[in-house]
């Protein structure tokens, strides 16, 4: 059975924006000054019209940009550039993308999965009530409340967190009037969430930045979060309706991860330890990934030999020699990462020489949910380097370096000044790419004011968005850096 959520409906920014970038995609046959000059007028005509900033401009005057970023997908679900624009909201477009795109599939009596853009969540009815897994991302609230009642009206007696991660546990303010009257809804987690709670207030100028959300949107007290009322440290069995909930802490994705097996159903809601390629084990710019305790998880979730496999992303599977295969090539992958790492480490080679040799063996690389698209294997090295070792490099003059201002300064002026190096790396953005952006950086760095400098900016990592090789999350880095090379062009009216 599926059921699929109403009405589609839109904001006028996302309208605009949707329409501009097809009637700029179409325009081939226009020379690249005209085009950039067309791509512009419309950007300004949306910018009045809507409101926009240098990121959504930059996708208007280069709508290759969100050709090459929507490769990666939406972690397997359905894609929201309002849900994504605003992931802790509470109000907005994002809410109308939730409802519209949400559905509910019945995976077994009794079990379903809702899938939302970008995420899931898993639902159980039990004969004492509703069982929730995770709540979405904050727009999702609502979401969740309308498709957990199109299945049920039992009351919701639990929620589980299986992290702290805004896409799993900021859906919640919406429901907490969905359980029996005269008893509250008991929302479990591992123990470690509530300090991640607490660093995201602390720091949520750094993770606005980090994530690419609005300040004001994030929370800013206690009291702008649902929090756990049960936490538990390493396993918890929790009888609900006659039913065992079996609660397991591994570290993986983050520190306070859990999964959640259902043995008289043969259900395992396996969190974020599986998502259908290879998973979020690197990310440079969040807290350091637990890749070897992953693996453990891995392991013991093909022992209890599930028959029904619950992902936070991508689509449920219900055949048993597909989860136990599933399963284990994603812990072989990253077992031989760990293995190739430390073996580096133990040898002593220089970090970038370790991470920049791992390779998964080809019957990994080529199996179908391990493919590349939001990190790379050389990005989950390093997240294990950044676990098991200190900040240092192994380059003697990054110990104590001179300011990158000052490096890039020098380097501008042993290439000829800044326009040579502009000009060398213009010349390289065709054949090197990658080294043409390492040139960008100095340039930008040296000169940031330069005209010439900025558009190099943007026409580097442009060429480096779309280049096949690169993933999703190295491709929201490079469009930081063009956003603010067009900030610098807007400021300067250009």
Request: charged letters at 25%.
């Amino acid at each position: 059975m599926k059921r699929i959520g109403g009405a589609v409906a839109g904001g006028l920014a996302g309208v605009v924006v949707g329409v501009a970038i097809g009637l700029l995609a179409a325009s081939t046959d226009a020379g690249r000054g005209a085009q950039r000059a067309l791509r512009a007028r419309v950007a300004d005509a949306v910018v009045a019209r809507a409101g926009l900033d240098a990121r959504a401009r930059l996708a208007i005057e280069h709508p290759e940009i969100m050709q090459a970023i929507s490769r990666g997908g939406a972690f397997g679900g359905k894609t929201s550039p309002s849900i994504a624009q605003h992931m802790f909201a509470r109000e907005g477009a994002g809410i109308d993308d939730a409802r519209a795109m949400a559905e509910t599939v019945e995976v077994a009596p009794r079990t379903w999965l809702i899938r939302l853009p970008i995420v899931n969540a898993v639902l159980f009815e039990t004969d004492e009530g509703l069982v929730l897994v995770d709540t979405g991302m904050g727009p999702a609230g609502p979401a969740v409340r309308e498709q957990m009642r199109k299945v049920s009206s039992a009351p919701l007696h639990t929620i589980i967190y299986t992290h702290g991660h805004v896409d799993h546990a900021y859906g919640t303010w919406a429901l907490m009037d969905e359980g029996a009257p005269g008893r509250p809804i008991e929302v479990v987690a591992n123990e470690k969430l509530p300090a991640r709670f607490e660093r995201y207030i602390r720091l949520r100028g750094s993770l606005a930045h980090y994530m690419s959300q609005p300040e004001d949107e994030l929370p800013r007290t206690r009291d702008d979060l649902v929090w756990p009322t049960r936490t538990f440290s390493d396993r918890l069995e929790l009888e609900i309706g006659g039913e065992r909930f079996v609660l397991v802490h591994r570290e993986g994705e983050t520190d306070d991860q859990l999964y959640v097996w259902v043995p008289s159903r043969g259900a395992l809601a396996s969190a974020d330890y599986y998502q259908g390629f290879l998973p979020n084990a690197g990310n440079g710019k969040r807290v350091q990934r637990n890749v070897e305790e992953w693996i453990v998880a891995l392991r013991e979730m093909v022992a209890l030999e599930p028959k029904i496999l619950l992902p936070a992303h991508n689509e449920a599977i219900t055949d048993p020699a597909a989860i136990r295969e599933n399963l284990g090539v994603l812990a072989d992958a990253l077992e031989h990462i760990l293995d190739h790492t430390l073996d580096g480490l133990n040898r002593g080679l220089r970090k970038d020489q370790i991470f920049q040799s791992v390779e998964l063996p080809p019957e990994l690389a080529n199996h179908p949910t391990l493919h590349v698209q939001y990190v790379t294997p050389k990005d989950v090295s390093k997240m294990i380097l950044k676990r098991y070792t200190g900040w240092w490099d192994d380059v003697p003059s990054h110990w104590s370096p001179a300011p990158l201002e000052a490096q890039a300064e020098e380097i501008a002026s042993l290439a000829g000044g800044i326009d040579a190096l502009v000009a060398r790396a213009h010349a390289l953005v065709a054949s090197d790419v990658v080294m043409a952006c390492h040139l960008a950086d100095w340039a930008f760095l040296a000169a940031p004011g330069d005209p010439g400098v900025q558009q190099l900016v943007i026409d580097a990592y442009l060429a480096r968005i779309v280049d096949p090789r690169s993933n999703t999350q190295e491709m929201l880095a490079y469009l930081d850096v063009m956003a603010r090379a067009r900030e610098l062009q807007l400021a300067a009216g250009r």
